[in-house]
């Protein structure tokens, strides 16, 4: 009521509990049949040692769009979650000695999620359930590779797609990616650039998540979930090391991908990361 008539609720005395605004207070305010609160009446009417105070405020279209979509996936979806970690040695490695010659080349960094990405199509094709979706009775199994990458804005998580990221070079990929998150947060996203994707790589590491369970974005049928990278102690050829590790997640649909697909999907992913000269043959 404030709100749409444009009043100052501090102008207004409150004779609800230790001194509240309430609706009845408002209406008679407008109607002239209440003063405005004195100031010192306002200040006697502070909150209180132990008051808790609240405020309601409506969703964005957005946000409220994110939750009909969560909820459709809770209530459609016989998800299931598998684990595994991978260490990020090599990867690191690579990144350290041509980071600097790959950003002269091609103006961008090279970054974690290109080597992600480029994993996840070769294994995809490996495994092109985990790439399927359902519709009714029927699975549809796509032939290509379209990846959605959650981007975080101020008014929630959108998921823009790679289309064909099975054809797209490590520079390609980080500049799509450099520009969706622009997009995103100056509010240039089209809609067809959310719409669509066989499979979505969501990063909760950027904000030092070490461990989740991601949930589907339907009607695709998988998601792949990556955390925060930490120096662990690992056992390597029987020696302790220091390794940079990550845990990571698949989230499936168990109605048409089982355990072992969702689970040699996920291996397959790591042993590519583990093994990054073998992800760039093809192996």
């Not at 444009?6 to 609706?23: F, H, N, S």
């Not at 997009?183 to 240039?188: I, P």
């Amino acid at each position: 009521v404030a709100t749409e008539n444009k009043i100052d609720p501090a102008q207004v005395a409150g004779t609800g509990v230790r001194g509240q605004v309430t609706k009845e207070d408002l209406v008679n305010f407008m109607r002239g049949g209440q003063t405005a609160a004195a100031p010192a009446a306002k200040s006697a009417a502070a909150p209180t040692p132990g008051s808790r105070p609240e405020e309601r405020v409506t969703m964005t279209r957005m946000r409220a769009k994110i939750a009909e979509r969560l909820m459709q996936s809770k209530n459609s979806i016989a998800m299931l979650t598998s684990f595994n970690e991978i260490n990020l040695a090599k990867v690191a490695a690579m990144r350290k000695e041509l980071g600097e010659a790959f950003e002269k080349a091609n103006g961008i960094k090279l970054g974690y999620m290109s080597f992600f990405v480029k994993a996840a199509c070769e294994a995809l094709r490996r495994h092109p359930i985990v790439n399927a979706s359902v519709d009714g009775n029927d699975v549809i199994y796509h032939g290509y590779q379209d990846i959605s990458v959650a981007v975080s804005t101020d008014k929630g998580l959108v998921t823009p797609v790679l289309r064909d990221a099975q054809g797209m070079s490590f520079a390609e990929i980080e500049k799509a990616i450099a520009a969706y998150a622009k997009a995103a947060r100056e509010g240039g996203l089209k809609l067809e650039d959310l719409q669509g994707g066989t499979f979505t790589i969501t990063n909760g590491g950027t904000f030092g998540s070490l461990f989740s369970t991601p949930i589907v974005n339907p009607p695709q049928s998988a998601i792949l979930g990556m955390h925060t990278i930490k120096e662990r102690a690992v056992v390597e050829n029987g020696q302790v090391i220091a390794a940079p590790m990550m845990y990571v997640a698949i989230s499936y649909d168990h109605r048409i991908i089982d355990g072992k697909d969702a689970v040699l999907f996920l291996v397959d992913i790591k042993n590519q990361l583990e093994n990054p000269q073998r992800m760039l043959l093809g192996m």
